[in-house]
């Protein structure tokens, strides 16, 4: 866990939600009232997000005592406790929204997540996230599809060079692309990772005659022709499946033999996870 990004993030989520105060509370509870609380699983799936919400419980207030029962990547079933937390009740419904919403979609990823994982058993084939996130929440859904099985792709812009269609047409061919990404690493002195996408069987031949990458990601590829292609490349780089795959059709694309497979839809449009945090 990045301390300092987590940190940063819980701070601005306190202040987006308090503003001037928690007017429904500081009307209707006394200072200084203690209670308690728990975390109940309202549906099967894999937890996610314990972690981040202690330090959400010690951010908000330190005094707060959390009892932990179940950790991230444990497989939950309905009516679990996660956890239970004692101390301000100010505090403790300050913090209910902010961990449950984190919670929720942490745990609602890494259960997607842990579903392909578990279909790809037998195979070669790795699961990648994609930059297809909420602004914002990158980092938390990320930590969600580690916590399910799955592989981080890059973390964005600058932890790899990932040249993709546009860039291909804006540089003027995938030659131009390669050398130039090639030499801007040799001038700047960075040592990152170069992944080129291939539309079709025709561009990916002019990738194996150039080389100098260390990925070919095949998008959009038929069954058929990513087979071909895999073939193609021959294990002289690492290949990466993406467009198109859905949890429904996962092993198909495996079955191919591609190294990674892509899949979007670990975080933009993935279900949450019920979970509630009651008052007992």
């Given at each position: 866990?990045?301390?300092?990004?987590?940190?940063?993030?819980?701070?601005?989520?306190?202040?987006?939600?308090?503003?001037?105060?928690?007017?429904?509370?500081?009307?209707?509870?006394?200072?200084?009232?203690?209670?308690?609380?728990?975390?109940?699983?309202?549906?099967?799936?894999?937890?996610?997000?314990?972690?981040?919400?202690?330090?959400?419980?010690?951010?908000?207030?330190?005094?707060?005592?959390?009892?932990?029962?179940?950790?991230?990547?444990?497989?939950?079933?309905?009516?679990?406790?996660?956890?239970?937390?004692?101390?301000?009740?100010?505090?403790?419904?300050?913090?209910?929204?902010?961990?449950?919403?984190?919670?929720?979609?942490?745990?609602?990823?890494?259960?997607?997540?842990?579903?392909?994982?578990?279909?790809?058993?037998?195979?070669?084939?790795?699961?990648?996230?994609?930059?297809k996130t909420t602004p914002g929440l990158?980092?938390?859904?990320?930590?969600?599809?580690?916590?399910?099985?799955?592989?981080?792709?890059?973390?964005?812009?600058?932890?790899?060079?990932?040249?993709?269609?546009?860039?291909?047409?804006?540089?003027?061919?995938?030659?131009?692309?390669?050398?130039?990404?090639?030499?801007?690493?040799?001038?700047?002195?960075?040592?990152?990772?170069?992944?080129?996408?291939?539309?079709?069987?025709?561009?990916?031949?002019?990738?194996?005659?150039?080389?100098?990458?260390?990925?070919?990601?095949?998008?959009?590829?038929?069954?058929?022709?990513?087979?071909?292609?895999?073939?193609?490349?021959?294990?002289?780089?690492?290949?990466?499946?993406?467009?198109?795959?859905?949890?429904?059709?996962?092993?198909?694309?495996?079955?191919?033999?591609?190294?990674?497979?892509?899949?979007?839809?670990?975080?933009?449009?993935?279900?949450?996870?019920?979970?509630?945090?009651?008052?007992?």
């Amino acid at each position: 866990m990045d301390k300092k990004l987590i940190d940063l993030f819980i701070k601005n989520a306190i202040a987006e939600d308090v503003g001037d105060g928690d007017h429904t509370s500081l009307s209707t509870i006394p200072q200084g009232t203690q209670g308690k609380a728990k975390l109940i699983v309202k549906e099967k799936g894999i937890l996610a997000g314990v972690e981040l919400a202690l330090e959400i419980f010690n951010q908000i207030d330190p005094s707060l005592k959390v009892e932990v029962f179940l950790k991230d990547g444990q497989e939950v079933n309905f009516g679990d406790i996660a956890f239970n937390v004692y101390g301000s009740t100010h505090a403790i419904l300050l913090a209910e929204r902010l961990v449950l919403n984190c919670m929720q979609r942490m745990s609602g990823i890494a259960t997607k997540t842990h579903r392909i994982v578990k279909a790809l058993e037998g195979y070669k084939t790795k699961v990648l996230d994609t930059r297809k996130t909420t602004p914002g929440l990158r980092y938390l859904e990320k930590w969600a599809v580690r916590i399910g099985g799955g592989v981080n792709h890059r973390i964005g812009l600058y932890d790899m060079i990932l040249i993709k269609d546009n860039h291909v047409d804006y540089a003027g061919g995938i030659a131009n692309a390669i050398n130039q990404a090639n030499a801007y690493l040799t001038d700047t002195g960075k040592q990152l990772q170069i992944e080129i996408e291939v539309r079709n069987i025709e561009e990916l031949q002019q990738v194996l005659t150039i080389g100098r990458v260390d990925r070919i990601m095949l998008d959009n590829f038929e069954l058929p022709l990513l087979k071909q292609a895999v073939e193609l490349i021959d294990g002289k780089f690492l290949t990466e499946a993406s467009g198109g795959i859905v949890e429904e059709n996962v092993t198909d694309y495996a079955a191919c033999g591609v190294d990674y497979i892509s899949m979007g839809a670990l975080t933009h449009s993935v279900k949450s996870l019920d979970l509630s945090l009651k008052a007992f």
